[in-house]
Each structure stands twice: as structure tokens, then as C-alpha cells.
């Protein structure tokens, strides 16, 4: 069945450092690809997705893109603040149309002044 | 519209025991989606439903299990004879329908269940 792995956390940085997440995935057919984010006390958000092969998606300074040739979908930000401190989880959709996701185990970024 | 609501925020209950746990999604979102999620781990699917139809349920869902939106609103679930490896965090999520195209889960806080 379809599965996503992820680098294990946490993974510590100082402010303005480079974020580079790891994830692979396995998957029939063609899926979906995203990034969600957990903040401390607060719900599971959409951070960034990527439909097809080659999109990149992009939000708040993150990217990711879609490498079919090497099922994977690297999660990168270039300088990171204090405020990115979070859990981020790789998911993947097999089917657009209905949406069910299958998650990472998730990555915790902790990023100190 | 305040999100998707999920209630109570945390139960803890002993070895046996029926919880029960309500979500209240977005009020025009017509899917709404149950996940597990155990620390350390990511969410895990557990069954969806579109407007009062429950369309799929994963095989996590045991015969414990069981979960309605009767009307196609809100949604529960509840676990009868919980065992301990029941605890864990419940989420609820909710997003609408157009064609094809991926529309995105929208998630409650979640309701964390401890069982003793």
C-alpha cells in the first residue's frame, strides 16, 4: 500500500539556518503530495502541496518539490525563525478526488535564537 | 466560521468503558474524515464519510468502533470497552467537494483519550 518516510527529529537549528526535511514516498498511479505543520498547542494546517510531477508548491518561505524519478518531496526553507518551531508532516493523497491522506511519522523542528 | 470543532478536548476514562466523541466541521464542508494519532506518529485514517454516507472505514476500525453523521453535519465516534491501546489523539476533519480536484482537509484540535 501507499506509505510515506520521513527523516526522523528532532532536528535542531539556529535562527537564520537552512531547513532541509527529508520525504519519500510509495505509491501506485500518480499522487498528491503535501506538507502539513503542527504548531505547539494547535491543530494539523496545510503548509504546501504539489499536485503532478515537477509542481512545486510554496508557502511562507517553504518549498517542496514533486520528484517522481525519485518519489520524493524534500521539504526546504532558507532562513529560518524561531517561530517555525513546529512538528511537519509529509502526507500523500492516492486518490485527489476523495482525499483520504497517508502521513509521515513527522519531523519536529525545534529552532533556537 | 470558527474552523472545525471537536469535543471534548480531552477524555479520560478506565478499561471498558463507551466514549463517545463529536466533531462539528465546517458548515459547508460536505466530507468529513476521522484519524488516530498515536505519539510519535502521524495521523493514521480511520473512516470518511460524504454528507451522512460513511464511504470507507480503514481496518483500524474494529468492531469497537462505530461512527454516524446522521444527518450530514456533525459527526461521532464512539469506542465501546475502550483497552488501553485505545489512547491516543482523535482528529476530525472536514473539506468540501469541486470535480476532481484535491480540496484541502481543514483539521479540529482533536480530542485525546486516555484510558486507564
Known amino acids: 500500500g501507499d506509505s510515506v518516510t520521513q527523516m526522523e527529529g528532532p532536528v535542531t537549528l539556529s535562527e537564520e539556518a537552512f531547513l532541509t526535511i527529508n520525504c519519500t514516498y510509495t505509491a501506485t498511479g500518480y499522487p498528491s503530495l503535501f506538507w502539513y505543520v503542527q504548531y505547539p498547542g494547535e491543530g494539523l494546517q496545510l503548509l504546501l502541496k504539489?499536485?503532478?510531477?515537477?509542481d512545486k508548491g510554496s508557502n511562507k518561505g517553504f518549498e517542496a518539490t514533486y520528484r517522481k524519478e525519485t518519489t520524493s518531496f524534500h521539504l526546504e526553507k532558507g532562513s529560518v525563525q524561531v517561530s517555525d518551531s513546529a512538528v511537519y508532516f509529509c502526507a500523500l493523497s492516492g486518490n485527489a478526488s476523495w482525499g483520504k491522506l497517508q502521513f509521515g511519522a513527522g519531523t519536529q523542528v525545534v529552532v533556537t535564537p | 466560521d470558527t474552523g472545525v470543532s471537536q469535543d471534548p478536548r480531552h477524555k479520560i476514562t478506565k478499561r471498558g468503558q463507551n466514549v463517545t466523541f463529536r466533531c462539528d466541521p465546517i458548515s459547508e464542508h460536505n466530507r468529513l474524515y476521522w484519524y488516530r494519532q498515536t505519539l510519535g506518529q502521524g495521523p493514521e485514517f480511520l473512516t470518511y464519510?460524504?454528507?451522512?454516507?460513511?464511504?470507507?472505514k480503514s481496518r483500524l476500525l474494529s468492531d469497537r468502533f462505530s461512527a454516524e453523521r446522521p444527518k450530514g453535519s456533525f459527526s461521532t465516534l464512539e469506542i465501546q470497552r475502550t483497552e488501553q491501546g485505545d489512547s491516543a489523539m482523535y482528529l476530525c476533519?472536514?473539506?468540501?467537494?469541486?470535480?476532481?480536484?484535491?480540496?484541502?482537509?481543514?483539521f479540529g484540535p482533536g480530542t485525546r483519550l486516555t484510558v486507564l
Open positions: 504539489a499536485t503532478k510531477a515537477d
Open positions: 464519510f460524504q454528507n451522512e454516507a460513511q464511504l470507507e
Open positions: 476533519a472536514s473539506s468540501t467537494t469541486s470535480g476532481g480536484s484535491y480540496n484541502e482537509q481543514f
